[in-house]
Antibody, heavy 120, light 111 residues
Framework: QVQLQESGPGPVKPSQTLSLTCTVS??????????WSWIRQHPGKGLEWIGY???????YSNPSLKSRVTISLDTSKNQFSLKLRSVTAADTAVYYC????????????WGQGTLVTVSS | DIQMTQSPSSLSASVGDRVTITCQAS??????LNWYQQKPGKAPKLLIY???NLETGVPSRFSGSGSGTEFTFTIISLQPEDIATYFC?????????????FGQGTKVEIK
């Protein structure tokens, strides 16, 4: 059974780059059967799709974040990563990684999530 | 962008009650509508996919229906372990770029 786990360095200062990694176990990120996605949830609020990456390296991002987002794969470690540049307090959120079946449109499973706080 | 309007934002019901949550899409999304359950401090869990299909292992008291712009999620008989926030999520691919948006959530409490 595939499991996803987010990790990151902790608090981020405004204007810096937020960097997170999602480690996948029980399945390969090199599979053609899935997209690998990032989603965030502002404290006490709803969910926002950030973007995803396919095993080919193709990426798709939410237009509202696209200019600041980079998603990449590390197949040697079975991980994928998120970089969000020029962060502000509005980027404070719980960040989740999740899997999307290719040709389908739902997120399953999800990682447990990691809270990233942007503060000086 | 397609907007999702989910209602109500919260509800309180008794154990055994029927609970209904609705999501309305601003445009026709066919059946590209999924429902998730999120318990406090946990990640969302997929319950229903493609509007009406029950995810494997999810109790049959959960169901979904609808297509186009109007969708409904129902808990036939509310149980104490169903206390959570429920989200709908839509998918669109216009114009030729994938997009996913979520409803604002419905917090379900026991009366």
């Amino acid at each position: 059974q595939v499991q996803l786990q987010e990790s990151g360095p902790g608090p981020v200062k405004p204007s810096q780059t937020l960097s997170l990694t999602c480690t996948v176990s029980g399945g390969s990120i090199s599979s053609a059967a899935y997209y690998w996605s990032w989603i965030r949830q502002h404290p006490g609020k709803g969910l926002e799709w950030i973007g995803y990456i396919y095993y080919t390296g193709s990426t798709y991002s939410n237009p509202s974040l696209k200019s600041r987002v980079t998603i990449s794969l590390d197949t040697s470690k079975n991980q994928f990563s998120l970089k969000l540049r020029s962060v502000t307090a509005a980027d404070t959120a719980v960040y989740y990684c999740a899997r999307v079946p290719y040709g389908d449109n739902w997120f399953d499973p999800w990682g447990q999530g990691t809270l990233v706080t942007v503060s000086s | 962008d397609i907007q999702m309007t989910q209602s109500p934002s919260s509800l309180s019901a008794s154990v055994g009650d029927r609970v209904t949550i609705t999501c309305q899409a601003s445009q026709d999304i066919s059946n590209y509508l999924n429902w998730y359950q999120q318990k406090p401090g946990k990640a969302p869990k997929l319950l229903i996919y493609d509007a009406s299909n029950l995810e494997t292992g999810v109790p049959s008291r959960f169901s979904g229906s609808g297509s186009g712009t109007e969708f409904t999620f129902t808990i036939i008989s509310l149980q104490p372990e169903d206390i959570a926030t429920y989200f709908c999520q839509q998918y669109d691919n216009f114009p030729r770029t994938p997009g996913y948006t979520f409803g604002q959530g419905t917090k379900v409490e026991i009366k």
